[in-house]
Protein backbone atom coordinates (compact mmCIF):
# COMPACT_ATOMS: atom_id res chain seq x y z
CA UNK A 1 0.00 0.00 0.00
CA UNK A 2 0.59 3.39 -0.13
CA UNK A 3 3.09 5.23 2.57
CA UNK A 4 4.30 8.26 2.76
CA UNK A 5 6.75 8.85 6.23
CA UNK A 6 8.21 11.82 7.67
CA UNK A 7 10.54 12.22 10.15
CA UNK A 8 9.57 10.40 13.23
CA UNK A 9 10.57 12.37 16.02
CA UNK A 10 10.36 16.07 16.46
CA UNK A 11 13.42 18.23 15.25
CA UNK A 12 14.89 20.58 17.58
CA UNK A 13 17.68 22.76 16.40
CA UNK A 14 19.80 26.14 17.71
CA UNK A 15 18.57 29.44 15.69
CA UNK A 16 20.38 30.11 12.87
CA UNK A 17 21.25 26.67 12.13
CA UNK A 18 20.14 24.52 8.94
CA UNK A 19 17.06 22.42 9.33
CA UNK A 20 16.55 19.42 7.32
CA UNK A 21 13.30 17.58 7.23
CA UNK A 22 13.02 14.12 5.39
CA UNK A 23 9.96 12.36 3.30
CA UNK A 24 9.90 9.27 2.39
CA UNK A 25 7.34 7.44 0.18
CA UNK A 26 7.13 4.15 -1.21
CA UNK A 27 4.57 2.61 -3.87
CA UNK A 28 3.67 5.81 -5.16
CA UNK A 29 4.64 7.82 -8.52
CA UNK A 30 3.54 11.39 -7.23
CA UNK A 31 3.48 13.67 -10.42
CA UNK A 32 4.97 16.49 -7.77
CA UNK A 33 5.51 17.32 -4.21
CA UNK A 34 4.51 20.26 -1.56
CA UNK A 35 5.46 21.16 1.23
CA UNK A 36 3.48 23.10 3.98
CA UNK A 37 3.54 24.62 7.49
CA UNK A 38 0.60 24.18 9.58
CA UNK A 39 0.63 26.07 12.72
CA UNK A 40 -1.80 24.64 15.86
CA UNK A 41 -5.30 24.71 15.00
CA UNK A 42 -4.75 26.57 11.56
CA UNK A 43 -4.76 25.45 8.30
CA UNK A 44 -1.89 23.99 6.14
CA UNK A 45 0.00 27.09 4.11
CA UNK A 46 1.54 26.26 1.18
CA UNK A 47 5.79 26.62 0.88
CA UNK A 48 7.23 25.05 -2.27
CA UNK A 49 5.84 22.59 -4.77
CA UNK A 50 8.21 20.55 -6.59
CA UNK A 51 7.59 18.39 -9.95
CA UNK A 52 9.01 14.59 -10.68
CA UNK A 53 11.72 16.31 -13.72
CA UNK A 54 12.77 18.37 -11.28
CA UNK A 55 15.70 18.39 -8.93
CA UNK A 56 15.85 21.43 -6.66
CA UNK A 57 13.53 24.08 -5.62
CA UNK A 58 14.51 27.29 -4.10
CA UNK A 59 12.71 30.37 -2.48
CA UNK A 60 14.76 32.55 0.30
CA UNK A 61 15.23 30.44 3.03
CA UNK A 62 13.42 27.49 1.94
CA UNK A 63 15.44 24.66 -0.39
CA UNK A 64 13.74 21.42 -1.49
CA UNK A 65 14.96 18.37 -2.94
CA UNK A 66 13.52 15.55 -4.96
CA UNK A 67 14.47 12.46 -5.87
CA UNK A 68 11.95 10.15 -7.48
CA UNK A 69 14.99 6.83 -7.61
CA UNK A 70 15.00 7.42 -3.89
CA UNK A 71 11.96 8.14 -3.47
CA UNK A 72 12.45 10.82 -0.59
CA UNK A 73 12.12 14.63 -0.78
CA UNK A 74 14.07 16.64 1.75
CA UNK A 75 12.89 20.22 3.30
CA UNK A 76 16.04 22.57 4.26
CA UNK A 77 14.94 26.03 6.22
CA UNK A 78 18.53 27.64 6.18
CA UNK A 79 19.29 30.79 9.23
CA UNK A 80 16.29 29.53 11.16
CA UNK A 81 14.51 31.39 13.54
CA UNK A 82 12.21 30.87 16.71
CA UNK A 83 9.77 32.03 13.82
CA UNK A 84 10.04 28.76 11.78
CA UNK A 85 8.68 26.69 14.68
CA UNK A 86 5.49 24.82 13.45
CA UNK A 87 5.14 21.48 12.02
CA UNK A 88 6.03 20.56 8.38
CA UNK A 89 4.03 18.53 6.25
CA UNK A 90 4.49 16.59 3.10
CA UNK A 91 2.17 16.08 0.55
CA UNK A 92 2.34 14.27 -2.48
CA UNK A 93 0.06 14.16 -5.65
CA UNK A 94 -0.67 11.81 -8.27
CA UNK A 95 -2.72 13.78 -11.40
CA UNK A 96 -1.04 16.72 -13.16
CA UNK A 97 -3.58 18.98 -12.58
CA UNK A 98 -6.46 18.70 -10.21
CA UNK A 99 -5.33 15.59 -7.92
CA UNK A 100 -5.82 15.19 -4.49
CA UNK A 101 -2.75 15.45 -1.73
CA UNK A 102 -1.81 12.87 0.04
CA UNK A 103 -0.11 14.08 3.55
CA UNK A 104 2.74 12.78 5.37
CA UNK A 105 2.39 13.02 9.04
CA UNK A 106 4.33 15.95 9.59
CA UNK A 107 7.44 16.84 11.42
CA UNK A 108 7.10 19.37 14.53
CA UNK A 109 10.13 21.61 13.91
CA UNK A 110 11.59 23.72 16.70
CA UNK A 111 13.83 26.55 16.96
CA UNK A 112 15.59 27.80 19.81
CA UNK A 113 16.90 31.18 20.85
CA UNK B 1 -3.60 38.28 -1.94
CA UNK B 2 -7.07 36.12 -2.36
CA UNK B 3 -7.56 33.95 0.15
CA UNK B 4 -9.66 30.63 1.05
CA UNK B 5 -12.34 31.26 4.32
CA UNK B 6 -14.04 28.65 5.86
CA UNK B 7 -17.17 29.10 8.29
CA UNK B 8 -18.22 28.80 10.86
CA UNK B 9 -14.53 28.09 12.75
CA UNK B 10 -16.11 26.24 14.95
CA UNK B 11 -18.93 24.04 15.02
CA UNK B 12 -20.65 22.20 18.27
CA UNK B 13 -23.25 19.47 17.39
CA UNK B 14 -25.16 16.68 18.69
CA UNK B 15 -25.00 13.15 17.63
CA UNK B 16 -27.03 12.37 14.62
CA UNK B 17 -27.68 15.84 14.09
CA UNK B 18 -27.00 17.34 10.17
CA UNK B 19 -24.19 20.05 9.57
CA UNK B 20 -23.39 22.05 6.64
CA UNK B 21 -19.43 23.47 6.29
CA UNK B 22 -19.03 26.07 4.17
CA UNK B 23 -16.19 27.87 2.37
CA UNK B 24 -15.41 30.28 -0.06
CA UNK B 25 -12.53 29.25 -2.74
CA UNK B 26 -10.00 31.51 -4.46
CA UNK B 27 -12.52 33.09 -7.39
CA UNK B 28 -10.79 31.66 -10.14
CA UNK B 29 -9.80 28.69 -8.90
CA UNK B 30 -11.35 25.68 -10.78
CA UNK B 31 -10.92 22.23 -8.33
CA UNK B 32 -12.24 22.56 -5.25
CA UNK B 33 -11.84 19.69 -2.00
CA UNK B 34 -12.18 18.94 1.18
CA UNK B 35 -9.39 17.21 3.99
CA UNK B 36 -10.12 16.41 6.98
CA UNK B 37 -7.54 16.12 10.01
CA UNK B 38 -8.74 14.06 13.35
CA UNK B 39 -6.61 15.50 16.45
CA UNK B 40 -2.99 14.43 16.79
CA UNK B 41 -3.38 12.95 13.11
CA UNK B 42 -2.12 13.56 9.35
CA UNK B 43 -4.75 15.32 6.86
CA UNK B 44 -6.86 13.01 5.28
CA UNK B 45 -8.80 13.64 1.87
CA UNK B 46 -12.50 13.09 1.71
CA UNK B 47 -13.18 14.70 -1.74
CA UNK B 48 -12.35 16.90 -5.23
CA UNK B 49 -14.90 18.72 -7.23
CA UNK B 50 -14.28 19.90 -10.89
CA UNK B 51 -17.00 20.94 -13.40
CA UNK B 52 -19.79 20.72 -10.74
CA UNK B 53 -19.32 17.26 -10.13
CA UNK B 54 -17.18 14.68 -8.03
CA UNK B 55 -13.82 14.11 -9.26
CA UNK B 56 -12.93 11.97 -7.08
CA UNK B 57 -13.34 10.78 -3.53
CA UNK B 58 -12.15 8.99 -0.69
CA UNK B 59 -13.50 5.45 1.48
CA UNK B 60 -14.00 8.57 4.25
CA UNK B 61 -16.64 10.01 2.26
CA UNK B 62 -19.88 7.71 2.28
CA UNK B 63 -23.33 8.48 2.12
CA UNK B 64 -23.44 10.51 5.17
CA UNK B 65 -21.28 13.25 3.52
CA UNK B 66 -22.24 15.03 0.21
CA UNK B 67 -20.94 18.55 -1.49
CA UNK B 68 -21.90 21.30 -3.71
CA UNK B 69 -20.89 24.24 -5.22
CA UNK B 70 -24.77 26.26 -5.12
CA UNK B 71 -23.42 29.45 -6.63
CA UNK B 72 -20.27 30.63 -8.24
CA UNK B 73 -18.70 31.80 -4.78
CA UNK B 74 -19.86 28.69 -2.38
CA UNK B 75 -18.42 24.95 -1.64
CA UNK B 76 -20.44 23.25 0.64
CA UNK B 77 -19.95 20.12 3.10
CA UNK B 78 -22.95 18.63 4.19
CA UNK B 79 -23.04 15.70 6.94
CA UNK B 80 -26.05 14.27 7.13
CA UNK B 81 -26.29 12.23 10.75
CA UNK B 82 -23.09 13.48 12.81
CA UNK B 83 -21.01 11.14 14.56
CA UNK B 84 -18.98 10.94 17.47
CA UNK B 85 -15.95 9.73 14.68
CA UNK B 86 -16.64 12.40 12.59
CA UNK B 87 -15.08 15.09 15.04
CA UNK B 88 -12.54 16.64 13.49
CA UNK B 89 -10.95 19.86 11.90
CA UNK B 90 -12.03 20.09 8.29
CA UNK B 91 -10.23 21.93 5.69
CA UNK B 92 -11.52 23.10 2.33
CA UNK B 93 -8.60 23.71 -0.65
CA UNK B 94 -8.82 25.19 -3.82
CA UNK B 95 -6.56 25.47 -6.86
CA UNK B 96 -6.27 26.53 -10.59
CA UNK B 97 -3.75 23.75 -11.68
CA UNK B 98 -1.60 21.99 -8.83
CA UNK B 99 -0.74 24.22 -5.82
CA UNK B 100 -3.67 23.80 -3.39
CA UNK B 101 -4.67 26.31 -0.88
CA UNK B 102 -6.04 25.82 2.27
CA UNK B 103 -8.91 27.35 4.62
CA UNK B 104 -8.51 28.12 7.97
CA UNK B 105 -10.68 25.21 8.86
CA UNK B 106 -14.31 24.47 10.92
CA UNK B 107 -13.33 22.67 14.32
CA UNK B 108 -16.16 20.45 14.44
CA UNK B 109 -17.28 18.83 17.45
CA UNK B 110 -20.10 16.66 18.13
CA UNK B 111 -21.12 15.85 21.31
Known amino acids: SQKIEQNSEALNIQEGKTATLTCNYTNYSPAYLQWYRQDPGRGPVFLLL?????KEKRKERLKVTFDTTLKQSLFHITASQPADSATYLC????????????FGQGTELSVKP | EPEVTQTPSHQVTQMGQEVILRCVPISNHLYFYWYRQILGQKVEFLVSFYNNEISEKSEIFDDQFSVERPDGSNFTLKIRSTKLEDSAMYFCASTITDTQYFGPGTRLTVL
Open chain 1, 91 to 102: ALASWRQGGKLI
Open chain 1, 50 to 54: IRENE
